[in-house]
């Protein structure tokens, strides 16, 4: 995670990577780039309450329920439970959490559609726990840039030229090498 201010809006920005996701309930930014991977805003628009996470692939076959967090949420199912339960635990109520999904791009042809699978679980998830989603800009071919404001619930979307595939193809595919050599460890609970 890096933290800066932003130049043109003068609030502070958090820029989170695959694996990380970031709570707030004050004027900040949160903004990833996703090419396959897919970020979920949540936030409880009661309290102004939020956050976002990035996950890069959908579900972990092998959980056996202990987990890193920071490891764990490379996986959707660790990455969405793990943003939920931050804001639970911060006082936001389940039955008011609004989500927004992000990203599932196919952005090399040659590559295989993870994008597809993440976007599935993104909506498996949302509509089997009983939450509501109120927006989504997802699939297609084009790499995303996401601009999220917790406080109010903004979410600005700009589509990249396709010219940043290669790089941020590049990137995942060097990223899904790196989490697959490495194990899992510690403990999350799943609810």
Request: with cysteine; aromatic share 10%.
């Amino acid at each position: 995670m890096q933290k800066s201010i932003d130049p043109a809006e003068g609030i502070p920005t958090i820029k989170i990577l695959p694996g990380e996701f970031y709570v707030t309930d004050q004027n900040e930014r949160i903004e990833t780039v996703l090419g396959s991977c897919i970020a979920a805003c949540v936030r409880d628009p009661l309290l102004g309450l939020g956050g976002m996470n990035h996950f890069m692939l959908p579900i972990d076959k092998n959980a056996t329920g202990d987990s890193a967090l920071s490891d764990a949420n490379r996986y959707g199912n660790y990455a969405m439970e793990n943003l939920v339960n931050a804001l639970l635990s911060r006082g936001a109520k389940r039955e008011r959490l609004e989500f927004k999904v992000f990203g599932g791009g196919r952005i090399m042809s040659s590559m295989t559609n993870i994008g597809w699978y993440n976007i599935g679980f993104a909506f498996d998830y949302v509509f089997t726990e009983g939450f509501k989603l109120v927006a989504q800009d997802i699939g297609d071919v084009y790499p995303r840039k996401v601009l999220y404001y917790p406080n109010t619930g903004r979410a600005r979307v700009r589509r990249l030229n396709p010219m940043h595939n290669q790089s941020l193809a590049a990137q995942e595919s060097q990223y899904i090498h790196r989490i697959e050599s490495k194990p899992v460890e510690g403990e999350v609970e799943l609810f």
